[in-house]
């Protein structure tokens, strides 16, 4: 259950920073308009009007603009001691601590870096070179800490990166990106949540910075006048940091979101247009909405009335509800230029800061106790954490009903109500067994001759629970259900109770278990585009079991990996050609299965499109995140639309298989398959309509057969303007011959000369010889090209008659074969 701990309640803590001059400043000889007096004041004076000077306090403001030098790796650090400068490391010292103390407390973490175009809001979070910004750091320092803690205590730390780009979610660790972007759902406990975001369950600092690198690389950047670097997009990385204390059976979990927000300057001053204004005004919806909200929430804790915060007006707004005005502690780091030239903006920045100081947030720790989880999600996860009983009944629906957790220490069980696990049924006595629960590690103990048995086994001293190691697919536990049944109806009969170990429904050999399943979608491989994913492996239950890091790449059939030349506009383009593609398992990430026991391991399996087995990597044993870089290429010889829409419409099942001590591990045999004179796997073997499934293959094969029909029917047209031309061809050949004769019978004695004339004007002897032989091989040809035209017609038509009586076909090709026949 949850605790109610009372929220505390805080105001938006608000920071200013302000940057050295930029190049474009220095050359237009900007004059600073900034000064800071002490670590909170932050004065702006006007250019135009050098007495007219404002003056804003916030709690925090940091001089990065001058008395500074590089140290030997090329950190910014103060010049001299008398400079009040402030680095990274300053910034983070405030900002990133306070966060992580939020995190490890259990409250909800917010950091939103807010300023105009280049004011250096990205330096702040991200940083640049070996000045890191809050992010990195951040993340470093919850793993040292993590390291440093106490056995008795879990963490999982996961990390989560998207981008905001024209009122649309991108996922920045996903390679795909999806048309249209994610969805935005709203939950009752969680609130606003980006359905279907990439999140990878991270052990270390490394992982966080690669992930890092690869969703900076993935988000989208468009260059503006002000910054040929700048961003219009807002980016949100967040980090679930959750804690289990075993001994206080108790979980705190935090959610620290630091957002990189698009620049802030209003349309004009970016001289943007054209499709970059419908992008700037898009981008400023959400900009502008989260001004409304700060607006309306500064209004209402003056103590003015609000009827309605703008929450859902924006895609960024509500993301951020949580840290507005809500559960959570938040910070807005408020990044400014020093030039004369940006007074506008950095003053409307400074306006924009000073209102968002005014909002009290109500942040309470997220901490559970473990007895009565809040929601039904937290119960699955309490359970799969905790040891627990459930109870059986004969009645299927009171199944699963009971849950005891089974504490610390010892308890007894039994029909006693006396014991902590109360249980009934035939045979149970008042005290039957006993559980302890040491360091996590649960054993039971019969009492006297109790009747207990552990995965089939039956037991007679203390033994050793494993939790995950008997699951049974849906269909064997049906199948085991009835022969349970069976032996209790037989036991009620009096029947004989001892039963041989094959038709023991409780008997179980130790086997490969089948942890959960990743699906990735295929289409990218019918453009010849090579595709990148990072995706969970989840449960029967729906819950993420790991991570799972794949690439599909088209290459030659050398194994050269296309590139975007290499891209097809139309998938059909491929029909009948060659494709070749290698899938890669890079690595997985996060195996629960594996972090239970140390004595386990896992293979993962796949098996594509026609490929008579299934294929499996090789067996890893005890890493929680391990590397697997397998690759295994593929050819389809002579692509078939089946395949082409195969790929189109289907996505790759990709099984996680857990392995336990003594089980067999998962094999393939290279046997198995048809392999290329390269040695790769083909598929699309099939090319004749077997075992069709449904209608939409049906449908797919007759249209395929009617575009083979066409074809045959051009060639076959094309034969016959062959076969004509050459019959005209052979009466023109017989009437010279028949000429040659007669002129030679009737001009036998006298007239040579007019012979040799006929002659040279008539074809040779030599030539009519020729020409024959050269008519007899056209023949043959003819005669061979129908034949094989009429074998493939005969077949096409067989497969389509077969079609045809599977399932009544409803178009109008159907009068085709009638009309071949009839020509
Ligand atoms: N505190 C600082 N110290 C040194 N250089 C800085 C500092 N802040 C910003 N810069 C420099 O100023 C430039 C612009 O900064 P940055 O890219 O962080 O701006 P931005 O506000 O994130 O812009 P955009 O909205 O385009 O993302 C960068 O070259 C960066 O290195």
């Not at 030539?767 to 129908?786: H, P, T």
């Amino acid at each position: 259950m949850m605790t109610m701990p009372m929220p505390s309640i805080d105001s938006v803590k608000v920071a200013v920073r302000v940057r050295p001059f930029s190049q474009r400043e220095k050359n237009s000889r900007s004059k600073c308009v900034i000064s800071m007096l002490s670590k909170t004041t932050t004065t702006i004076q006007d250019p135009k009007n050098p007495e007219h000077v404002k003056t804003f306090t916030f709690d925090l403001a940091y001089w990065s603009h001058s008395g500074f030098q590089k140290d030997k790796d090329g950190v910014l650090i103060s010049a001299d001691p008398s400079s009040n400068f402030a680095g990274q490391r300053d910034v983070f010292h405030d900002l990133g601590r306070g966060i992580l103390d939020n995190a490890w407390q259990g409250y909800n973490a917010t950091l939103l870096a807010y300023g105009q175009t280049g004011s250096g809001k990205s330096y702040s979070m991200i940083g640049f070179g070996a000045n890191k910004g809050i992010i990195p750091n951040v993340c470093e320092e919850l793993f040292q800490a993590i390291k440093n803690r106490e056995r008795n205590q879990e963490y999982q730390v996961t990390f989560s990166m998207l981008e905001i780009y024209n009122e649309q979610v991108r996922d920045l660790l996903s390679r795909t990106k999806k048309l249209g972007g994610l969805k935005v759902r709203e939950d009752q406990q969680l609130g606003f949540y980006v359905d279907g975001l990439t999140s990878v369950p991270c052990e270390n600092y490394a992982q966080i910075e690669k992930l890092m690198e690869q969703g900076t690389k993935i988000r989208t950047t468009a260059s503006t006048n002000m910054n040929a670097s700048s961003s219009r997009s807002h980016m949100v990385v967040t980090i679930q940091f959750k804690q289990v204390f075993l001994d206080r059976h108790l979980t705190k979990q935090s959610s620290i979101n630091l957002v990189d927000l698009a620049g802030s300057e209003r349309q004009k001053s970016s001289g943007s247009e054209g499709d970059r204004l419908r992008e700037g005004s898009r981008v400023n919806l959400s900009l502008t909405t989260l001004g409304n909200v700060i607006s309306a929430l500064a209004d209402a804790a003056m103590g003015k009335k609000v009827l309605h915060i703008p929450y859902r007006d924006s895609i960024l707004t509500k993301l951020l509800q949580s840290a507005l005005g809500g559960n959570s502690r938040t910070t807005l780091i408020a990044a400014i230029s020093p030039a004369d030239i940006c007074y506008e903006e950095t003053l409307s920045t400074l306006r924009y800061a000073e209102r968002a100081k005014k909002i009290w947030n109500k942040a309470v720790v997220n901490t559970w106790k473990l007895k009565e989880p809040r929601a039904e999600n937290n119960k699955l996860q309490m359970m799969k954490t905790f040891p627990h009983l459930l109870n059986i009944n004969e009645d299927p629906q009171l199944t699963g009903v009971l849950k005891y957790f089974i504490r610390a220490g010892s308890c007894d069980a039994g029909k006693a109500a006396s014991n902590a696990i109360t249980l009934q049924g035939l045979g149970i006595l008042d005290k039957h067994a006993s559980f302890t629960n040491m360091d996590g590690k649960v054993t039971v103990t019969p009492h006297s001759k109790c009747n207990v048995v552990v995965n089939g086994v039956p037991i007679t001293m203390k033994t050793k629970l494993q939790h995950l190691v008997w699951i049974w697919s849906k269909a064997k536990f049906i199948n085991r259900k009835f022969l349970m049944e069976e032996l209790y109806q037989h036991f009620l009969d009096g029947g004989d109770s001892h039963e041989a170990q094959e038709v023991d429904p409780f008997w179980d050999p130790v086997e490969v278990v089948h942890l959960g399943s990743a699906h990735i979608w295929l289409q990218s491989l019918a453009y010849c585009m090579k595709f990148e994913e990072q995706v969970e492996f989840l449960n029967c239950d729906g819950l993420e079991e790991a991570m799972l890091h794949i690439h599909i790449t088209s290459c030659s059939p050398t194994g050269q990996v296309h590139g975007e030349e290499d891209v097809v506009i139309d998938p059909l383009e491929l029909l009948g050609k060659r494709i070749d593609f290698q899938i890669h398992i890079v690595q997985c990430l996060g195996i629960k299965w594996l972090k239970e026991d140390a004595k386990r391991g896992i293979q993962i399996g796949y098996r594509i499109y026609d490929l008579p087995n299934t294929l499996y990597t090789k067996p890893v044993w005890k890493i929680v995140n391990p590397q697997i870089e397998e690759t295994v290429q593929f050819a389809a010889l002579n692509v078939s639309q089946e395949f082409l829409n195969y790929l189109q419409t289907n996505a790759l099942i990709v099984d996680l298989w857990g392995l336990q001590e003594g089980c067999a591990e998962l094999r393939y045999s290279s046997q198995d398959f048809m392999v290329t004179g390269e040695g790769h796997i083909m598929v699309d073997t099939r090319k004749t309509a077997t075992g069709m499934g449904t209608d939409q293959t049906t449908s797919n094969q007759i249209s395929e057969l009617y575009l083979k029909l066409l074809k045959l029917e051009q060639e076959t047209e094309l034969l016959r303007n062959i076969n004509r031309a050459l019959r005209e061809e052979n009466l023109f050949l017989k009437e010279s011959l028949e000429k040659i004769g007669s002129v030679q019978e009737a001009h036998k004695p006298s007239s040579t000369l007019k012979i040799i004339e006929m002659a040279a004007q008539l074809p040779s002897a030599k030539e009519i010889n020729q020409m024959c032989a050269q008519r007899a091989s056209y023949d043959g040809e003819l005669a061979k090209a129908l034949k094989v035209y009429y074998q493939s017609m005969n077949m096409a038509r067989g497969q389509f008659l077969r079609l045809r009586h599977y399932k009544p076909p409803v178009f109008d090709i159907i009068a085709y074969p009638e009309q071949i026949k009839a020509r």
